[in-house]
């Protein structure tokens, strides 16, 4: 082969990486209605990710494009809860209650874990969805898909693991409450009731009764 053909071939390339690479951004699934979005909206003629709809989504029937979206929005979620659970901690510290303290620290810590971890697999979905955009063959674009797939839905089981905790954060918030409560005697009388029965009270003592142990006669000397 010329060295000229190789040149252009190394060229045409090269302009096919830089096209591709911005794409993941710019691809977006046209619609004309939300029924034509699997998840989302649609919104100026494109499916977008939306909030409401993340609980029900289905990674499979995502396109790579969607799940890079939804990605993003389930870090924000999982960075929401971090710095929710982090502004209790730090009221209780304030409170000096160790407790709620003690309680509230160990979820923030499984949520920081967990956040690292979300981070990491939202990287590699990042790669993933992008290496299916670039490359032209396209049996690899289908094994970097299925890649993509994966590491959404680790990302997504690690955010609804995110929400648990959140939810165990609040219990630890308000658990006294829920285990002690407030207590509260009140007394109440039926007037129409019979007056108490005395049957159960001792009757008086009999006088004719010996009440002390006679004395040992034979014991005297």
């Known amino acids: 082969m010329a ?5 252009k071939w190394v060229v045409a390339f090269a302009a096919l990486g830089l096209a591709a690479t911005p794409a993941i951004a710019q691809q977006q699934t046209k619609c004309t209605d939300d029924r034509q979005c699997f998840t989302g909206a649609c919104v100026d003629g494109v499916c ?8 029900v989504i289905t990674p499979a029937k995502l396109s790579t494009q969607e799940q890079v979206a939804y990605g993003e929005l389930l870090m924000q979620r999982i960075e929401g809860v971090a710095a929710s659970i982090g502004k209790q901690l730090r009221v209780t510290r304030e409170g000096r209650d160790v407790v709620k303290s003690l309680c509230l ?19 590699a979905l990042k790669a993933a969805a992008q290496a299916a955009l670039d490359t032209v063959n396209a049996l690899r674009a289908a094994q970097s898909k299925e890649v993509a797939t994966h590491e959404f839905t680790i990302l997504l089981t690690i955010q609804r693991r995110v929400e648990q905790l959140a939810s165990e954060g609040n219990s ?13 005697v009140v007394e109440t009388r039926d007037n129409n009731l019979a007056p108490p029965s005395r049957e159960t009270e001792f009757p008086p003592t009999d006088p004719t009764l010996i009440t002390e142990v006679p004395k040992c006669t034979s014991c005297v000397r």
């Open 48 to 55: 977008k990710a939306t909030d409401a709809k993340l609980d």
């Open 105 to 123: 620290n160990d979820k923030l810590n499984q949520v920081d874990v967990a956040k690292r971890t979300a981070k990491d697999r939202q990287a």
């Open 3 to 7: 060295l000229g053909t190789k040149l």
């Open 172 to 184: 630890c918030v308000g658990q006294e409450d829920a285990f002690l409560g407030v207590s509260k």
